[in-house]
Structure formats: C-alpha cells, structure tokens
C-alpha cells in the first residue's frame, strides 16, 4: 500500500501561483512514477503532469509554460509548482501513484490516489 497526502491548493487570484505538495509514505520504494491530475467540475479527470522516474518532465500541453512537476526521491514528495493561473485552472487536484512490483514477467502494476486538493482560481 501507498499513502499520498496532498496541500497547497486553496483561493487564488488570475495570474497568481501556487505550489501543491505530494507527500508519499508506505510501500515507496515500488514507486514507478508519480503525478498529478485535476478534475473540474462536469468534466474528466484529465493528466497535469508525471515523473516517469525523473526528476523533471515537461507538463501536458494545457499547463506549459506555467506549470512545472518535480520531484524529490528522497523525501518521497512531489511537487507541481502552478504560475500564471487562470480561472480554468479551477479543478480538484490528485495526486497519483503507480508502482510496479513483482516479477519482470509478471509485474503487479497498482494506482494509488490522494484525496484531491482545490485549487480555485478567480478573476
């Protein structure tokens, strides 16, 4: 089992930044990648951005320029640094887990979710 525990969301203005962190604890050391995805209100949950093993990666092509994940091993932490936020920004922010344990042949592949952080942005 992994646990993820989110903060950093809240009420911010157009233009404004915020910086969530991810904070992993249990079974880490299986951990293959680490993200974060947001959900808005009437719409899917759509990818943010992702650490396949690095320690940076650029985010999707919605956030660029704004938004950067990077993530530091030996706290076991995630972090989506958010600038420039505008109002469609306003979502519920998750972090996410995968991990991959087992056999090479077989790997038992496992998604883990933190509880959603809000992030809302007004004009």
């Known amino acids: 089992q992994v646990q993820l525990v989110e903060s950093g969301g809240g009420l911010v203005q157009t233009g404004g930044s915020l910086r969530l962190t991810c904070e992993a604890s249990?079974?880490?050391?299986?951990?293959?990648?680490m993200g974060w995805y947001r959900q808005a209100p009437g719409k899917e949950r759509e990818l943010v951005a992702t650490?396949?093993?690095?320690?940076?990666?650029k985010p999707v092509d919605s956030v660029k320029g704004r938004f950067t994940i990077f993530r530091d091993n030996a706290k076991n932490t995630v972090y989506l640094q958010m600038n420039s936020l505008k109002p469609e920004d306003t979502a519920v922010y998750y972090c996410?887990?995968?991990?991959?344990?087992?056999?090479?042949?077989?790997?038992?592949?496992?998604?883990?979710w933190g509880q959603g952080t809000q992030v809302t942005v007004f004009s």
């Open positions: 249990g079974r880490t050391r299986y951990i293959s990648a």
């Open positions: 650490t396949p093993g690095r320690e940076y990666i």
């Open positions: 996410h887990a995968h991990t991959s344990s087992g056999p090479i042949e077989a790997p038992l592949e496992l998604d883990y």
